[in-house]
Nanobody, 115 residues
Framework: QVQLVESGGGLVQPGGSLRLSCAAS????????MGWYRQAPGKERELVAS???????NYADSVKDRFTISRDSAKKTVYLQMNSLKPEDTAVYYCNYRAYGREYWGQGTQVTVSS
């Protein structure tokens, strides 16, 4: 089992910034992919950004040039720096971990962008 604990969500005005963190513990494989997904009300869960063990990153087109994913392998933590936030970024953000056919999710953290 791998446990994922997210933090950093909240309410922010349009144009503002937030930084999400996701700390992993448990049976953590060194080679893995960690990432962030989000789900807005009435919509399907979608990939926001992911970061593989060999440094490969992947972003949704809607967040490119605004969001940055990074990871600290020693701390088993992945971050999502979100800048220039828009109301359409409002969603529950979920941390995801995948390795060798196993997949785990965090409990989710709410991000609300509103004036």
């Amino acid at each position: 089992q791998v446990q994922l604990v997210e933090s950093g969500g909240g309410l922010v005005q349009p144009g503002g910034s937030l930084r999400l963190s996701c700390a992993a513990s448990g049976m953590f494989e060194t080679i893995n992919t960690m990432g962030w997904y989000r789900q807005a009300p009435g919509k399907e869960r979608e990939l926001v950004a992911s970061f593989g063990s060999f440094g490969r990153t992947n972003y949704a087109d809607s967040v490119k040039d605004r969001f940055t994913i990074s990871r600290d392998s020693a701390k088993k933590t992945v971050y999502l720096q979100m800048n220039s936030l828009k109301p359409e970024d409002t969603a529950v953000y979920y941390c995801n971990y995948r390795a060798y056919g196993r997949e785990y999710w965090g409990q989710g953290t709410q991000v609300t962008v509103s004036s």
